[in-house]
């Protein structure tokens, strides 16, 4: 592992949204903090800054985590993935899309961490119920929809990949 410097300074190498990057930071950078204000991501928020809303989620080497308790150093060599991240140029991921078609973003300020949730569920779970959904999200608070409308988006995409899947299956 990289050392920090006498003066608390550290030499970050990460992978973020496939690009790599490398700065000099002080050791006791948050990650959330990194992102934000070093790489100006500013689609991973702050809220509660002490991993109980969500609102910061973003994918380290593919788990997802609360950026507001990882130290920028923690994620030396890592490869992340924020919010902007997910979509391919302007083509939205299937969740993303269905966030909107539910009408499931108010304020906004809940939602990327909302959709890295959801995804993180439907990556291991491509097809969950609303019970499964539920879980998924219960480390995200949002204030303003009641969360029905981001369960529908969810389960709407599930429900597709398993039309889509069982469609394939009809064709063999």
Same mark, same amino acid.
């Given at each position: 592992?990289?050392?920090?410097?006498?003066?608390? /300074?550290?030499? /970050?190498?990460?992978?973020?949204?496939?690009?790599?990057?490398?700065?000099?930071?002080?050791? @006791? /950078?948050?990650?959330?903090?990194?992102?934000?204000?070093?790489?100006?991501?500013?689609?991973?928020?702050?809220?509660?800054?002490?991993?109980?809303?969500?609102?910061?989620?973003?994918?380290?080497?593919?788990?997802?985590?609360?950026?507001?308790?990882?130290?920028?150093?923690?994620?030396?060599?890592?490869?992340?993935?924020?919010?902007?991240?997910?979509?391919?140029?302007?083509?939205?991921?299937?969740?993303?899309?269905?966030?909107?078609?539910?009408?499931?973003?108010?304020?906004?300020?809940?939602?990327?961490?909302?959709?890295?949730?959801?995804?993180?569920?439907? +990556?291991?779970?491509?097809?969950?119920?609303?019970?499964?959904?539920?879980?998924?999200?219960?480390?995200?608070?949002? +204030?303003?929809?009641?969360?029905?409308?981001?369960?529908?988006?969810?389960?709407?995409?599930?429900?597709?990949?398993?039309? @889509?899947?069982?469609?394939?299956?009809?064709?063999?």
């Amino acid at each position: 592992m990289n050392s920090s410097d006498s003066n608390g /300074l550290f030499d /970050l190498s990460v992978t973020v949204n496939g690009t790599p990057v490398k700065r000099t930071v002080p050791t @006791h /950078l948050r990650l959330l903090d990194f992102l934000r204000d070093e790489l100006r991501l500013t689609g991973t928020k702050e809220v509660c800054g002490e991993g109980e809303c969500g609102a910061c989620s973003v994918f380290l080497d593919g788990k997802l985590v609360n950026s507001c308790l990882i130290l920028a150093v923690e994620a030396h060599n890592a490869e992340i993935t924020t919010i902007e991240g997910l979509a391919t140029g302007k083509k939205l991921t299937r969740l993303q899309q269905a966030f909107i078609d539910h009408h499931s973003v108010q304020c906004g300020y809940c939602i990327p961490g909302m959709v890295l949730a959801g995804e993180n569920l439907l +990556r291991g779970n491509p097809q969950p119920d609303r019970d499964a959904i539920r879980a998924a999200l219960a480390g995200n608070i949002c +204030r303003c929809t009641g969360y029905q409308k981001i369960i529908d988006a969810v389960e709407t995409v599930g429900k597709n990949q398993s039309q @889509h899947t069982k469609s394939i299956e009809d064709n063999r």
